[in-house]
């Protein structure tokens, strides 16, 4: 009988042990994150006392989102991930969450579809493998003045979810790239970055619609500074201009998802670039 419960910090190891038979490469910093986000994020499958699968989800208030979903391959198509998934759907949904996205891999689109989710949009997972200097305009960089104003402007944008601790863990972390762009005294648009010493997420970007002229600036300046280093990107497949500018700067398609919602998707029609596959 299957049962669920928070990741422990003991087990934090045996996640990342699974989540990397699927190449994931994940570590345990990557639970720790979660962790400091939101305590019950993490969730652990256990079969009686065996460990089986594992998951993770956040709060956003009337927005959560579901990341993670891995379980031992012999568990797999018998109902471990279905556990899983309902758990987590139960645990947002008391938190006073309305809809709940995901980025599906497209093998388990009906797998999700069967659980409610309704398919949105397809966004493109790119790569650029050592990535050239990138040239940029010099942009004004995020900084705790311009915080709320910056987390006031996602939410609205983000389907009223507040992702004030995932933006901030981001922005205030030494070593991270943010900027952003205003015009009358009002945020139009801002990237950040996670920025590791090989690798890198571009990520999230959100400009006000139909704003290219000053999306791909400011994806060029955090760009700028990720030099020489793998760099990932989760964008829409619709943005069909920047998606050309990604494979001008020396990104390819690594694969592609759908990003799927449970409960009543957002509508806000803006350009949106995904913080990372797990948090949304």
Request: aromatic share 10%.
């Amino acid at each position: 009988m299957f049962t669920v419960k928070t990741l422990p910090k003991e087990d934090y190891q045996f996640a990342v042990d699974l989540a990397n038979t699927m190449n994931w490469n994940m570590a345990v910093e990557d639970f720790e994150f979660m962790a400091s986000l939101e305590p019950d994020s993490c969730l652990l499958l256990l079969d009686g006392a065996k460990r089986v699968g594992v998951a993770t989800c956040n709060n956003y208030g009337k927005m959560g989102w579901f990341g993670n979903l891995i379980v031992e391959e012999k568990y797999r198509k018998k109902g471990a991930g279905t556990a899983l998934v309902t758990h987590a759907i139960k645990q947002l949904h008391a938190k006073g969450v309305e809809t709940i996205g995901l980025y599906a891999y497209r093998h388990l689109e009906c797998f999700y579809g069967n659980l409610g989710f309704k398919a949105d949009k397809d966004f493109a997972v790119l790569q650029a493998k050592d990535l050239q200097r990138v040239k940029a305009d010099p942009l004004p960089k995020i900084g705790t003045q311009q915080l709320p104003e910056i987390i006031s402007f996602d939410s609205e944008n983000f389907g009223g979810g507040n992702r004030s601790k995932l933006l901030e863990s981001i922005i205030c972390t030494q070593g991270n790239a943010s900027f952003y762009i205003s015009e009358g005294c009002e945020v139009v648009g801002y990237v950040a970055a996670t920025i590791y010493e090989s690798m890198a997420w571009l990520g999230p970007l959100v400009c006000t619609p139909s704003r290219n002229d000053i999306a791909l600036p400011l994806i060029k300046a955090a760009l700028s500074e990720m030099a020489g280093r793998t760099v990932y990107a989760v964008l829409p497949k619709t943005e069909a201009k920047l998606l050309e500018a990604f494979l001008g700067l020396g990104f390819r398609e690594d694969f592609s998802v759908s990003r799927m919602f449970l409960g009543k998707a957002p509508t806000k029609n803006c350009i949106y670039m995904a913080e990372s596959l797990e948090r949304g």
